[in-house]
């Protein structure tokens, strides 16, 4: 995204991109085969705008103060997209996941196991380990290292079918 702005715009300096009309125009550009951007595109144009316009704000290259453009661009110019809700597994696509998982990849089956069962986040599940769960109890303790995002410590039942299973994967990485 910046990278391609730059080439089409070459010689600009940081001041200048401040503008709210370029800057729309340019989040709401053509895709490369010359069809209309998706609402999508047009939306994850503008965050990196943002991201980059918050990062000159912390390096003192824009003013503190009031909006800058790509705010202004996010509000005015970029669609607003449904929500899609979450996507729930049947439980048949379930089973063609795990098998697919066992087959290809099992180290990863601890990880959908809870991610997919336990509702954890991805991220949540990459730092894990297996103190965390209390077999004997039936719980999955989420700290707040764990948890970051919210930095909120919770418990997790944990179905004794799924509890079982995590049993036998832990004895079989040890």
Not at 90 to 118: C, H, M, N, T, Y
């Amino acid at each position: 995204e910046l990278n391609g702005f730059v080439a089409a715009n070459p010689g600009l300096m940081v001041a200048e991109l401040n503008d709210e009309e370029r800057l729309a125009r340019w989040v709401k550009r053509k895709t490369p085969d010359g069809g209309k951007a998706a609402p999508r595109t047009i939306r994850n144009r503008a965050t990196t705008w943002v991201t980059l316009f918050n990062r000159l704000r912390e390096w003192n290259l824009l003013p503190e103060s009031g909006k800058h453009a790509a705010e202004r661009v996010r509000k005015r110019h970029v669609p607003d997209i449904p929500d899609e809700g979450k996507a729930i597994l049947s439980i048949d696509q379930g089973r063609l996941l795990l098998a697919a998982v066992r087959e290809d990849e099992p180290k990863l089956e601890a990880f959908l196991l809870v991610a997919g069962w336990l509702g954890l986040r991805p991220s949540e599940c990459q730092r894990l380990d297996w103190t965390a769960f209390d077999f004997e109890k039936g719980f999955l303790h989420v700290s707040a290292r764990v948890a970051q995002k919210t930095a909120l410590e919770r418990y997790v039942p944990v179905d004794p079918r799924l509890t079982l299973r995590l049993q036998q994967l832990k004895a079989e990485s040890s």
